[in-house]
């Protein structure tokens, strides 16, 4: 996939099911059936121990899953919760990341990182935690593909969506306009997704909510329905 195919891509109202909270020891398998459901974004969220508590994946977890996920038409996102992210960005665009997004509040090179994923022909984004403002976006907005607002802190699957996050995402939308994609994270499920879509975000990242249940497949159909996914 292409970086033009997987702009295409985020153009659409897609739920991205993460991989945070999915069974290791069954990830392809996992991956798999929410591929076979209709995902065509699955989301990467990798720690590093310092910007936010957990350790959690590598570039070797986005290559392990490139070629099953190019295969079915779909697109990795990889969400880079990881503190001066300039410095491992081409770690993961050589392993396959389709599309690149690392925190502004983890960077004083927000500029320089956005360049090196865009040289690279991947998708840019860039994430705000909770605290954060949206002006923070407002010089970088014109670099991005996504803006991601963090529906919950960072650092934890499984958290409680934060109520006052439809507002936020009103905002960010207004800011970036309609080339920009506003992705929402944390705490997304059928009954939290459908106020931030009507905010105006596109693109839903669910974990918990997707492969902590018994059928991955149909609780990723069930979000999907609920914002009306393409």
């Not at 292409?2 to 985020?10: D, F, P, R, V």
């Not at 590093?48 to 070629?67: K, M, Q, Y």
């Not at 997304?188 to 669910?206: E, H």
Request: proline share 6%.
């Amino acid at each position: 996939m292409t970086g033009t195919s997987a702009k295409a891509l985020l153009g659409g109202v897609h739920v991205a099911p993460s991989i945070l909270s999915a069974d290791f020891g069954r990830l392809r398998e996992q991956v798999g059936e929410v591929l076979a459901a209709g995902a065509k974004v699955i989301h990467v969220d990798v720690m590093d121990g310092h910007f936010v508590p957990p350790i959690t994946v590598g570039p070797l977890a986005v290559s392990a899953l490139r070629e099953q996920v190019e295969v079915a038409g779909a697109m990795l996102d990889v969400h880079l919760m990881i503190e001066r992210p300039e410095q491992k960005v081409s770690d993961f665009l050589a392993a396959g990341a389709h599309s690149i997004t690392f925190h502004q509040e983890a960077t004083p090179q927000v500029a320089y990182t956005a360049q090196i994923v865009r040289d690279a022909g991947a998708c840019v984004g860039v994430a705000l935690n909770p605290a954060t403002p949206v002006d923070a976006l407002a010089d970088a907005a014109s670099m991005n593909d996504l803006a991601l607002c963090m529906t919950v802190n960072p650092g934890w699957g499984g958290q409680r969506f934060i109520a006052t996050s439809p507002a936020k995402v009103a905002r960010l939308c207004a800011l970036v306009g309609e080339s920009v994609t506003v992705e929402v994270d944390g705490g997304i499920d059928p009954t939290t997704a459908p106020s931030c879509r009507r905010s105006g975000a596109r693109l839903f990242v669910a974990g918990a909510a997707i492969f902590a249940t018994a059928d991955p497949a149909e609780a990723y159909r069930a979000i999907a329905e609920s914002v009306k996914a393409l």
